[in-house]
């Protein structure tokens, strides 16, 4: 798989594949994702492949139909700094793709919508914290699986499947995503998944 980032040596499928070696699977997918080549679905099955892959082989058949990674860093991430609050009066936040995440970010929405998604962001640091305030309102956080999740405050759920044991263990040192939320009449709601689309024509 030497074009897909050289994970594996011809010959050695069945070699046990390293935390370190399933992390870079997981980024490329999560650049692949923000690059608008895999969709919600695909995202998330590869994603839950890659954290449980046992072999060089259970990692090469995700990047298959991939093309290599751009070396350097994203081109969102140079000469940009990230904003720190989004505030929505009546109308909605929507972030998401290939964005840089500040380490503290506050979202408040009044009588709206807020949707966050950082699958496929870049963190700033090893410990971000997601402050969301929900008036009469449903904030939305979308987090990737490699990520540990801490939850504090009011009116914060998390989705059932999301707290499932999938069978894989984060390292010590994985990032943190401590979310503080107040939802007043409202939710401030964690998932890894987005809620399911309705058909295109479907009242």
């Known amino acids: 798989m030497a074009a897909n980032g050289g994970l594996s040596s011809p010959g050695s499928p069945a070699t046990r594949a390293s935390d370190r070696e399933r992390d870079a699977v997981v980024q490329r997918v999560q650049q692949a994702f ?6 919600d679905t695909e995202f998330d099955e590869r994603m839950r492949a890659a954290l ?6 259970d990692l090469d058949v995700l990047l298959t139909d991939l093309p290599a990674a751009a070396p350097g860093p994203a081109p969102a991430a140079v000469g940009r700094r990230p904003g720190r609050i989004a505030v929505a009066l009546k109308g909605s936040v929507r972030r998401g793709g290939r964005w840089r995440v500040p380490e503290r970010y506050t979202t408040v929405v009044y009588k709206g919508d807020g949707w966050l998604d950082v699958r496929a962001a870049e963190l700033s640091g090893p410990v971000t914290t997601l402050r969301a305030v929900a008036y009469k309102s449903t904030v939305t956080i979308l987090v990737p699986r490699s990520v540990r999740v801490e ?18 263990q984060l390292p010590a040192d994985a990032p943190v995503i401590h979310v503080r939320g107040l939802a007043y009449k409202g939710a401030v709601e964690i998932t890894t998944r987005p809620p399911e689309r309705r058909a295109l024509g479907s009242p």
């Open 52 to 57: 449980v892959a046992r072999t060089h082989a």
């Open 151 to 168: 939850m504090t405050g009011f009116g914060v759920t998390q989705g059932l499947a999301d707290s499932e044991d999938l069978g894989y």
């Open 34 to 39: 923000a690059e608008g080549r895999l969709d």
